[in-house]
T-cell receptor, first 110, second 112 residues
Protein backbone atom coordinates (compact mmCIF):
# COMPACT_ATOMS: atom_id res chain seq x y z
CA UNK A 1 0.00 0.00 0.00
CA UNK A 2 0.88 3.64 -0.08
CA UNK A 3 3.68 4.66 2.28
CA UNK A 4 4.60 8.14 3.38
CA UNK A 5 7.95 8.45 5.12
CA UNK A 6 9.08 11.46 7.11
CA UNK A 7 12.58 12.30 8.16
CA UNK A 8 14.02 13.03 10.58
CA UNK A 9 11.94 11.53 13.38
CA UNK A 10 13.34 14.01 15.89
CA UNK A 11 15.12 17.33 15.55
CA UNK A 12 16.61 19.38 18.35
CA UNK A 13 17.64 22.92 17.51
CA UNK A 14 18.83 26.03 19.25
CA UNK A 15 16.41 28.90 19.08
CA UNK A 16 17.17 30.92 15.97
CA UNK A 17 18.42 27.95 13.95
CA UNK A 18 16.59 26.71 10.88
CA UNK A 19 14.64 23.46 10.69
CA UNK A 20 13.58 21.25 7.80
CA UNK A 21 11.46 18.11 7.67
CA UNK A 22 11.07 15.95 4.59
CA UNK A 23 8.20 13.82 3.41
CA UNK A 24 8.60 11.09 0.78
CA UNK A 25 5.92 8.96 -0.81
CA UNK A 26 6.25 5.62 -2.54
CA UNK A 27 3.60 6.70 -5.04
CA UNK A 28 2.64 9.87 -6.85
CA UNK A 29 0.42 12.11 -4.77
CA UNK A 30 -2.51 14.19 -5.96
CA UNK A 31 -1.88 16.60 -3.12
CA UNK A 32 -0.16 16.84 0.23
CA UNK A 33 -1.06 18.52 3.47
CA UNK A 34 0.95 19.60 6.48
CA UNK A 35 -0.21 19.64 10.08
CA UNK A 36 1.26 20.73 13.39
CA UNK A 37 0.50 19.02 16.67
CA UNK A 38 1.55 20.63 19.91
CA UNK A 39 2.43 18.31 22.82
CA UNK A 40 -0.80 16.89 24.25
CA UNK A 41 -2.85 18.58 21.54
CA UNK A 42 -4.52 17.69 18.31
CA UNK A 43 -3.26 18.14 14.73
CA UNK A 44 -3.90 21.56 13.25
CA UNK A 45 -4.02 22.03 9.50
CA UNK A 46 -1.26 24.29 8.14
CA UNK A 47 -1.39 24.12 4.37
CA UNK A 48 -2.22 22.08 1.28
CA UNK A 49 -0.02 21.77 -1.83
CA UNK A 50 -1.51 20.59 -5.09
CA UNK A 51 0.67 21.60 -8.03
CA UNK A 52 3.94 20.06 -9.11
CA UNK A 53 6.83 22.24 -7.90
CA UNK A 54 4.53 24.41 -5.79
CA UNK A 55 6.07 26.61 -3.11
CA UNK A 56 4.01 28.34 -0.44
CA UNK A 57 5.07 30.52 2.46
CA UNK A 58 3.49 31.31 5.78
CA UNK A 59 5.63 33.85 7.61
CA UNK A 60 8.74 31.86 8.62
CA UNK A 61 7.42 28.56 7.18
CA UNK A 62 8.14 27.51 3.60
CA UNK A 63 6.42 24.50 2.05
CA UNK A 64 7.50 22.81 -1.17
CA UNK A 65 5.96 20.08 -3.32
CA UNK A 66 8.36 18.16 -5.53
CA UNK A 67 8.25 18.22 -9.31
CA UNK A 68 7.34 14.55 -9.42
CA UNK A 69 4.72 15.03 -6.69
CA UNK A 70 6.30 12.28 -4.59
CA UNK A 71 8.04 14.42 -2.01
CA UNK A 72 7.55 17.56 0.02
CA UNK A 73 9.37 19.62 2.61
CA UNK A 74 8.63 22.08 5.37
CA UNK A 75 11.32 24.58 6.28
CA UNK A 76 11.18 26.89 9.29
CA UNK A 77 13.52 29.86 9.32
CA UNK A 78 14.89 31.11 12.64
CA UNK A 79 12.97 28.78 14.93
CA UNK A 80 11.21 30.08 18.01
CA UNK A 81 10.10 28.23 21.13
CA UNK A 82 6.53 28.50 19.86
CA UNK A 83 7.49 26.22 16.96
CA UNK A 84 7.85 23.15 19.19
CA UNK A 85 5.63 20.24 18.32
CA UNK A 86 5.29 17.43 15.83
CA UNK A 87 4.90 18.22 12.16
CA UNK A 88 3.02 15.72 10.01
CA UNK A 89 2.62 15.45 6.30
CA UNK A 90 -0.37 13.64 4.83
CA UNK A 91 -0.49 12.47 1.26
CA UNK A 92 -3.52 11.59 -0.79
CA UNK A 93 -3.65 9.18 -3.69
CA UNK A 94 -7.14 7.70 -3.67
CA UNK A 95 -10.02 10.05 -3.03
CA UNK A 96 -11.26 9.87 0.52
CA UNK A 97 -8.17 8.22 1.98
CA UNK A 98 -5.06 9.91 3.21
CA UNK A 99 -1.85 8.50 4.62
CA UNK A 100 -0.01 10.37 7.32
CA UNK A 101 3.70 10.23 7.86
CA UNK A 102 4.97 9.38 11.34
CA UNK A 103 5.89 13.00 11.95
CA UNK A 104 8.97 14.98 12.91
CA UNK A 105 9.12 16.14 16.50
CA UNK A 106 10.84 19.49 16.90
CA UNK A 107 12.27 20.71 20.18
CA UNK A 108 13.72 24.19 20.48
CA UNK A 109 16.24 25.11 23.15
CA UNK A 110 15.99 28.75 24.23
CA UNK B 1 -18.05 28.02 16.82
CA UNK B 2 -17.53 24.54 18.31
CA UNK B 3 -15.86 22.86 15.32
CA UNK B 4 -15.37 19.15 15.98
CA UNK B 5 -16.44 17.91 19.41
CA UNK B 6 -15.32 14.57 20.78
CA UNK B 7 -16.58 12.88 23.92
CA UNK B 8 -15.40 11.55 26.25
CA UNK B 9 -11.91 13.05 26.58
CA UNK B 10 -10.66 10.14 28.67
CA UNK B 11 -11.91 6.57 29.08
CA UNK B 12 -10.71 3.41 30.78
CA UNK B 13 -12.25 0.13 29.65
CA UNK B 14 -11.83 -3.44 30.71
CA UNK B 15 -10.96 -6.01 28.09
CA UNK B 16 -14.11 -7.22 26.37
CA UNK B 17 -16.21 -4.17 27.12
CA UNK B 18 -17.83 -2.20 24.34
CA UNK B 19 -18.27 1.53 24.04
CA UNK B 20 -19.01 4.33 21.61
CA UNK B 21 -16.78 7.34 21.03
CA UNK B 22 -18.83 10.32 20.00
CA UNK B 23 -17.92 12.85 17.34
CA UNK B 24 -20.01 15.82 16.24
CA UNK B 25 -19.25 18.73 13.94
CA UNK B 26 -21.23 21.91 13.33
CA UNK B 27 -19.53 23.05 10.13
CA UNK B 28 -21.80 21.15 7.72
CA UNK B 29 -18.82 19.12 6.54
CA UNK B 30 -19.63 16.14 4.35
CA UNK B 31 -16.38 14.28 4.99
CA UNK B 32 -15.62 12.80 8.40
CA UNK B 33 -13.02 10.31 9.54
CA UNK B 34 -11.60 8.54 12.56
CA UNK B 35 -7.89 8.12 13.26
CA UNK B 36 -5.91 6.48 15.99
CA UNK B 37 -2.54 7.75 17.11
CA UNK B 38 -0.06 5.56 18.92
CA UNK B 39 3.20 6.80 20.48
CA UNK B 40 5.87 7.53 17.90
CA UNK B 41 3.52 6.85 15.05
CA UNK B 42 1.45 8.95 12.76
CA UNK B 43 -2.28 8.93 12.45
CA UNK B 44 -3.80 5.78 11.03
CA UNK B 45 -7.18 5.92 9.37
CA UNK B 46 -9.81 3.64 10.91
CA UNK B 47 -13.01 4.50 9.03
CA UNK B 48 -14.28 7.41 7.04
CA UNK B 49 -17.50 8.78 5.57
CA UNK B 50 -18.08 10.98 2.54
CA UNK B 51 -21.64 11.82 3.57
CA UNK B 52 -24.65 10.67 5.53
CA UNK B 53 -25.35 7.00 4.97
CA UNK B 54 -21.96 6.31 3.37
CA UNK B 55 -19.02 4.81 5.23
CA UNK B 56 -15.89 2.94 4.24
CA UNK B 57 -12.93 1.25 5.85
CA UNK B 58 -9.56 2.81 6.29
CA UNK B 59 -6.20 1.30 7.06
CA UNK B 60 -6.99 -0.30 10.45
CA UNK B 61 -10.75 -1.02 10.65
CA UNK B 62 -10.75 -4.32 12.54
CA UNK B 63 -12.53 -4.14 15.90
CA UNK B 64 -14.35 -0.90 15.08
CA UNK B 65 -17.71 -0.04 13.57
CA UNK B 66 -19.10 3.26 12.37
CA UNK B 67 -22.36 4.66 11.07
CA UNK B 68 -23.35 8.04 9.67
CA UNK B 69 -27.04 8.71 10.04
CA UNK B 70 -26.68 12.50 9.99
CA UNK B 71 -24.20 14.97 8.52
CA UNK B 72 -23.24 16.16 11.99
CA UNK B 73 -22.49 12.91 13.85
CA UNK B 74 -20.01 10.11 13.22
CA UNK B 75 -19.73 7.76 16.22
CA UNK B 76 -17.05 5.08 16.50
CA UNK B 77 -17.97 1.84 18.23
CA UNK B 78 -15.51 -0.52 19.83
CA UNK B 79 -17.15 -3.92 19.75
CA UNK B 80 -15.03 -5.82 22.29
CA UNK B 81 -12.17 -3.74 23.64
CA UNK B 82 -8.65 -5.19 23.61
CA UNK B 83 -5.43 -3.79 25.12
CA UNK B 84 -4.13 -3.26 21.57
CA UNK B 85 -6.82 -0.61 21.17
CA UNK B 86 -5.24 1.57 23.84
CA UNK B 87 -4.58 4.75 21.91
CA UNK B 88 -5.59 8.33 21.31
CA UNK B 89 -8.51 8.60 18.93
CA UNK B 90 -9.10 11.65 16.76
CA UNK B 91 -12.14 12.52 14.75
CA UNK B 92 -11.68 14.86 11.81
CA UNK B 93 -13.92 16.55 9.28
CA UNK B 94 -13.53 18.55 6.11
CA UNK B 95 -15.68 20.27 3.52
CA UNK B 96 -14.74 17.61 1.00
CA UNK B 97 -12.27 14.72 1.00
CA UNK B 98 -8.79 15.94 1.65
CA UNK B 99 -9.60 19.64 1.79
CA UNK B 100 -7.82 20.32 5.08
CA UNK B 101 -9.08 18.45 8.08
CA UNK B 102 -10.37 19.99 11.29
CA UNK B 103 -9.55 17.66 14.15
CA UNK B 104 -11.32 17.20 17.45
CA UNK B 105 -9.37 17.36 20.69
CA UNK B 106 -9.18 13.58 20.95
CA UNK B 107 -10.23 10.74 23.23
CA UNK B 108 -7.53 9.04 25.26
CA UNK B 109 -8.60 5.41 25.65
CA UNK B 110 -6.93 2.87 27.92
CA UNK B 111 -7.96 -0.78 27.81
CA UNK B 112 -6.86 -2.84 30.80
Amino acid sequence: GQQVMQIPQYQHVQEGEDFTTYCNSSTTLSNIQWYKQRPGGHPVFLIQLVKSGEVKKQKRLTFQFGEAKKNSSLHITATQTTDVGTYFCAGETNAGKSTFGDGTTLTVKP
Amino acid sequence: NAGVTQTPKFQVLKTGQSMTLQCAQDMNHEYMSWYRQDPGMGLRLIHYSVGAGITDQGEVPNGYNVSRSTTEDFPLRLLSAAPSQTSVYFCASSYEPFYGYTFGSGTRLTVV
